[in-house]
Every structure is written in structure tokens, then in C-alpha cells.
């Protein structure tokens, strides 16, 4: 078994500040009660001074916690909301190294901005101002320092109304409720993870039943792997009475993924691919099972390179190349290369939704390896590890989303529950680095979780 690296925070996005005009006036406080839309969406900023400081600790509700960027003008901080949404209120918590010149922007693609608040007074501590503007993104871009240090955020909260469709919730029967975000710190373990190793299980299809569920055709094309049943009218129950490509048979999820392209020919993984289910986590013995019917899309078919690179492991990698946001144009044409890609899903859930009407919100990644207060309960992480067989010219390779950057997945699961709860107990709450069948080769004295055939003893 391949020996899989622990997770560590991406490299700074680097991007190009927009220049848009000063408007806006002193910081007032809004006088409705506004919902707060920024708790644990992604976060994105011009750079941040070390991994202990980055800029999703600045969303995560928690005081204790803070962005802080390099000491230089100008840089920005920005939320993506996942819907385009009115957006009347912003809360800036800031730390002694705050901005005395900064404004407050919104953007519907994260390229073009538009300025809803901007002063070259700010007195730093909380201030409170009330706007009004619409978008997807918000950003604080500053431009001035008030010290000889970076700009650094407790928490930038966004207020508003969210432009998200009102369906698409589906209630957690039962919920998880009571938990609080574990600060336990249990003995180093350097792995806590199995493998779910799926074939391509049917022919792609144009369907995707998290995003666009009952309407076949709807959608571009995926690959799907693990269950062979999934399409359009894809549910909890179809699934289950389906059958599966995984190596273990309790494994039904549905895992699918953007159809890669070489021109027109579609390119297909060949064989097992990784799915590897470990923790991110500091306190990996807080780990609990998937609950059945949880669904979710990880990453963004709208996402640009930067979120990209936010959330990939090593983004594209080929021969000696490695974090590439997009598909390189070229690779080593011998007969063991392959394109690969490493994409790392949320493990924090709400304990309250299955699903969400942007399919990501009910999910949220962890903030300096703890789960937050809004999204407290730990789950599995998943990392897809995928190799595509194409090599030399890369020209002409694409996704059917798009670019290398729009690469993105999504899970719905249909494990048993025996089967998933045997795995995740014995491998990533004991700390090993466990086989499909849940067996570590470096301590074969702990025993496996499945018997040979991959099902429980």
C-alpha cells in the first residue's frame, strides 16, 4: 500500500487586485437582525503570515482564532458566500494590527469588484458598518496599516439575506445535537485513515442527483464510480439495492466526478482507484461514521485557481510536475506515467442537514485542525486520488466542467453501517494505515477490520 502524506494547508493564492472607486461613509450599525452568511464558507486571501493564522479562522465564529496577512499593501481578505446574496451588514473583529485605510467589496465572480464601503479612518477594535450591496463574494481590501504588522482578523462577519434556493434541506432523522468541537489532543498518530478502492462502476452520464436530482440530462458529464446504479433519479434506497465497484460490497455510496476529455474521446480511470477516508483532525479519536443518506459536493465546477488550489492536495500532478491549478500541456510520454489529481473534501458536519440547498453549507472544513462551533460534529475525510491515463501532449485534455481548475466531486453514501463504523473505528480512531480491508501491514498484530472477502467476520 502506497504511503499516503498527511494533509497540510495549501501555499498563499496569489491574485490581482481589482481597482474600483472609493464610496461610503463613517461605520454605523444596522438596525435589523440580519441572518450571518460567512460562518464557515471558504475563505480566500492575498496571503496569510503563517498555517496557525489562515484565512478561514476568521469565519469560524471563534474569538480565539485569526487571520493575519504579510506585512505589506495592499491585501485582502474574501468569503464566498456559495449564492449570490443582499448583503447589509459587516462585522470586523480586528486584532492590534489592524487597517486604517481599507473597503468592503462584493463580486459576483470574484474577478470584478464593486465597493460598498471604504474609509481612510479606521479606528480598529469592532466596527460594525451597515451596506448595501449584492454578490456572491466579499471581500475587505486593505490598503493602509495602522502598524508596522500585517492586517489581521479575529472574524469578518457577513450579514444579509442568502440568494440559495429554498429547497434543498434535508433534515438529519435523528439529528446529531450537544456536540461541542473536540480540544482533545490524544497520542500522535501520523496515520488515521482506509481506502475505499472503486472502479468506474457504468457508462458517464449527463445526470448528477445531488445538483440536478430528477432531471436527467441536466448536468454535464460525470464519471461515476462505487455504486452502479447511480443517475438522475438517484436516492438513499436506490442506491442501497444497487450494486458497487468498491472493493468492499458494504460500500454502496455513489462517488462521481467531471468526465475527463482528450478532444472528444472520453478518458476513463482504468482499474481501482484511491478513495482514501481519514482525518485532517487533531483529535482523530472524534471521528464518527458518515451518516446514511449524507450527500455533498466538494469543490466547485465556478471555482477559478486559486479556490482550486485552496482545497487540492497537490492540485495536477504528472512525471516530475506537481501543483499545477490547471491540466499541464504536457507530460512525460513513458509507459508508467499518468495524470493524477489529489482533492480533499470537508469533514466537519452540522449534525442537522443531510444535504443543503448550495449542497456544501451543511459541511465545512476544519480550522487549524478543530471543527467549529457551527459545524462541530467530525467526519471522515474524504480525498479522492485519481490517475487518468493520458501522457505526452495534454493539449487538448479538458473536463467536461471546464478547465483543470473546475475539477470537483460529489458523495452520496450508501455504506452499511456495520461495515463503514468497523473501518473508521478500527483504522482511523486507532490511528492506522489501513487497506480497503481495513488492515495495517506496519502493525499486523492489530488485525483488520474485514475479513479477505472485504466484508465484516
Same mark, same amino acid.
Given at each position: 500500500?502506497?504511503?499516503?502524506?498527511?494533509?497540510?494547508?495549501?501555499?498563499?493564492?496569489? &491574485?490581482?487586485?481589482?481597482?474600483?472607486?472609493?464610496?461610503?461613509?463613517?461605520?454605523?450599525?444596522?438596525?435589523?437582525?440580519?441572518?450571518?452568511?460567512?460562518?464557515?464558507?471558504?475563505?480566500?486571501?492575498?496571503? #496569510?503570515?503563517?498555517?496557525?493564522?489562515?484565512?478561514?479562522?476568521?469565519?469560524?465564529?471563534?474569538?480565539?482564532?485569526?487571520?493575519?496577512?504579510?506585512?505589506?499593501?495592499?491585501?485582502?481578505?474574501?468569503?464566498?458566500?456559495?449564492?449570490?446574496?443582499?448583503?447589509?451588514?459587516?462585522?470586523?473583529?480586528?486584532?492590534?494590527?489592524?487597517?486604517? *485605510?481599507?473597503?468592503?467589496?462584493?463580486?459576483?465572480?470574484?474577478?470584478?469588484?464593486?465597493?460598498?464601503?471604504?474609509?481612510?479612518?479606521?479606528?480598529?477594535?469592532?466596527?460594525?458598518?451597515?451596506?448595501?450591496?449584492?454578490?456572491?463574494?466579499?471581500?475587505?481590501?486593505?490598503?493602509?496599516?495602522? =502598524?508596522?504588522?500585517?492586517?489581521?482578523?479575529?472574524?469578518?462577519?457577513?450579514?444579509?439575506?442568502?440568494?440559495?434556493? *429554498?429547497?434543498?434541506?434535508?433534515?438529519?432523522?435523528?439529528?446529531?445535537?450537544?456536540?461541542?468541537?473536540? =480540544?482533545?489532543?490524544?497520542?500522535?498518530?501520523?496515520?488515521?485513515?482506509?481506502?475505499?478502492?472503486?472502479?468506474?462502476?457504468?457508462?458517464?452520464?449527463?445526470?448528477?442527483? $445531488?445538483?440536478?436530482?430528477?432531471?436527467?440530462?441536466?448536468?454535464?458529464?460525470?464519471?461515476?464510480?462505487?455504486?452502479?446504479?447511480?443517475?438522475?433519479?438517484?436516492?438513499?434506497?436506490?442506491?442501497? &439495492?444497487?450494486?458497487?465497484?468498491?472493493?468492499?460490497?458494504?460500500?454502496?455510496? !455513489?462517488?462521481?466526478?467531471?468526465?475527463?476529455?482528450?478532444?472528444?474521446?472520453?478518458?476513463?480511470?482504468? !482499474?481501482?482507484?484511491?478513495?482514501? #477516508?481519514?482525518?485532517?483532525?487533531?483529535?482523530?479519536?472524534?471521528?464518527?461514521?458518515?451518516?446514511?443518506? $449524507?450527500?455533498?459536493?466538494?469543490?466547485?465546477?465556478?471555482?477559478?485557481?486559486?479556490?482550486?488550489?485552496?482545497?487540492?492536495?497537490?492540485?495536477?500532478?504528472?512525471?516530475?510536475? #506537481?501543483?499545477?491549478?490547471?491540466?499541464?500541456?504536457?507530460? %512525460?510520454? =513513458? %509507459?508508467?506515467?499518468?495524470?493524477?489529481?489529489?482533492?480533499?473534501?470537508?469533514?466537519?458536519?452540522?449534525?442537522?442537514?443531510?444535504?443543503?440547498?448550495?449542497?456544501?453549507?451543511?459541511?465545512? #472544513?476544519?480550522?487549524?485542525?478543530?471543527?467549529?462551533?457551527?459545524?462541530?460534529?467530525?467526519?471522515?475525510?474524504?480525498?479522492?486520488?485519481?490517475?487518468?491515463?493520458?501522457?505526452?501532449?495534454?493539449?487538448?485534455?479538458?473536463?467536461?466542467?471546464?478547465?483543470?481548475?473546475?475539477?470537483?466531486?460529489?458523495?452520496?453514501?450508501?455504506?452499511?453501517?456495520?461495515?463503514?463504523?468497523?473501518?473508521?473505528?478500527?483504522?482511523?480512531?486507532?490511528?492506522?494505515?489501513?487497506?480497503?480491508?481495513?488492515?495495517?501491514?506496519?502493525?499486523?498484530?492489530?488485525?483488520? *477490520?474485514?475479513?479477505?472477502?472485504?466484508?465484516?467476520?
Amino acid at each position: 500500500m502506497k504511503v499516503s502524506r498527511f494533509w497540510r494547508i495549501a501555499p498563499p493564492a496569489v &491574485a490581482v487586485i481589482v481597482a474600483a472607486s472609493v464610496i461610503g461613509g463613517p461605520a454605523t450599525s444596522a438596525s435589523a437582525a440580519e441572518t450571518l452568511l460567512s460562518q464557515d464558507k471558504l475563505a480566500l486571501a492575498s496571503s #496569510y503570515e503563517n498555517s496557525g493564522v489562515p484565512p478561514a479562522a476568521a469565519f469560524d465564529s471563534n474569538a480565539g482564532t485569526r487571520w493575519s496577512s504579510n506585512a505589506s499593501d495592499p491585501q485582502w481578505l474574501r468569503v464566498d458566500l456559495a449564492w449570490p446574496s443582499a448583503v447589509s451588514k459587516v462585522v470586523l473583529q480586528w486584532e492590534g494590527a489592524y487597517a486604517r *485605510a481599507f473597503q468592503l467589496q462584493t463580486s459576483s465572480d470574484g474577478a470584478t469588484w464593486s465597493t460598498i464601503y471604504s474609509t481612510t479612518t479606521g479606528t480598529g477594535g469592532t466596527q460594525t458598518v451597515a451596506v448595501n450591496g449584492f454578490g456572491r463574494y466579499v471581500r475587505m481590501l486593505g490598503t493602509q496599516r495602522a =502598524t508596522p504588522y500585517g492586517y489581521s482578523l479575529y472574524e469578518f462577519q457577513v450579514f444579509g439575506t442568502s440568494g440559495a434556493p *429554498a429547497t434543498g434541506n434535508v433534515p438529519a432523522n435523528p439529528p446529531v445535537t450537544g456536540v461541542t468541537p473536540s =480540544t482533545a489532543n490524544p497520542p500522535h498518530a501520523f496515520f488515521h485513515e482506509f481506502q475505499a478502492n472503486c472502479a468506474v462502476s457504468r457508462s458517464t452520464l449527463p445526470d448528477d442527483p $445531488i445538483v440536478f436530482f430528477g432531471q436527467p440530462g441536466a448536468s454535464h458529464s460525470h464519471t461515476f464510480m462505487g455504486n452502479t446504479t447511480t443517475n438522475a433519479n438517484s436516492t438513499l434506497a436506490s442506491l442501497q &439495492a444497487g450494486g458497487t465497484s468498491c472493493s468492499a460490497p458494504g460500500d454502496k455510496s !455513489g462517488y462521481w466526478m467531471p468526465t475527463m476529455l482528450n478532444g472528444t474521446q472520453e478518458v476513463l480511470p482504468v !482499474g481501482p482507484q484511491v478513495i482514501y #477516508y481519514k482525518t485532517n483532525l487533531i483529535d482523530y479519536t472524534s471521528v464518527r461514521p458518515f451518516p446514511l443518506g $449524507i450527500r455533498f459536493v466538494v469543490g466547485n465546477p465556478a471555482n477559478g485557481a486559486a479556490e482550486f488550489m485552496s482545497q487540492s492536495y497537490e492540485g495536477w500532478e504528472c512525471g516530475e510536475s #506537481y501543483n499545477n491549478a490547471d491540466i499541464p500541456i504536457s507530460c %512525460p510520454n =513513458t %509507459p508508467d506515467t499518468q495524470l493524477n489529481i489529489r482533492f480533499q473534501a470537508p469533514s466537519c458536519w452540522d449534525g442537522v442537514h443531510l444535504d443543503s440547498p448550495d449542497h456544501r453549507s451543511h459541511m465545512a #472544513y476544519p480550522v487549524n485542525g478543530r471543527c467549529t462551533a457551527g459545524h462541530p460534529v467530525a467526519l471522515p475525510m474524504i480525498e479522492f486520488k485519481m490517475a487518468f491515463p493520458v501522457r505526452g501532449n495534454l493539449s487538448n485534455v479538458r473536463l467536461a466542467s471546464g478547465r483543470g481548475f473546475t475539477f470537483h466531486y460529489d458523495f452520496f453514501n450508501a455504506w452499511d453501517p456495520a461495515t463503514q463504523a468497523a473501518l473508521v473505528n478500527h483504522c482511523i480512531v486507532g490511528g492506522l494505515q489501513c487497506d480497503a480491508r481495513g488492515f495495517d501491514q506496519a502493525h499486523p498484530e492489530k488485525g483488520a *477490520a474485514l475479513g479477505p472477502d472485504y466484508r465484516l467476520p
